[in-house]
């Protein structure tokens, strides 16, 4: 799956926001099998997300918890940019830890 996310020529992913540094695209995992996942929530709305290994400008938010995770045998948390706060995904906190960003809130 090809992602339409604009990124900078120095690898650096970017809160589309506010232009915050979040995480460097050397950083993209697998996580079952993919990077990019389309995933909806109960109240139905959809997201494309990619997966990163570490997200240095996002903070956390919330307590984490497994209702409903897309990941399964992982928590999550909500995961805003670390300078404006706008929602750019989710940490997931398992066998090991991993966040995925939504396509359309990072360039």
Request: charged content about 20%.
């Amino acid at each position: 799956m090809e992602s339409d996310t604009e990124v900078a020529p120095d690898n650096t992913v970017r809160c589309a926001a506010c232009g915050h540094d979040v995480t460097d695209r050397r950083l993209a995992i697998e996580v079952s099998g993919s990077h990019w996942h389309r995933c909806r929530n109960p109240a139905g709305w959809s997201f494309q997300i990619g997966c990163f290994s570490d997200a240095p400008g996002c903070s956390s938010d919330g307590s984490a918890t497994d209702h409903a995770t897309w990941f399964p045998g992982y928590a999550w948390c909500f995961a805003p940019c670390g300078s404006c706060g706008t929602h750019l995904g989710w940490w997931y906190l398992g066998r090991d830890t991993f966040v995925g960003l939504i396509v359309s809130r990072i360039r």
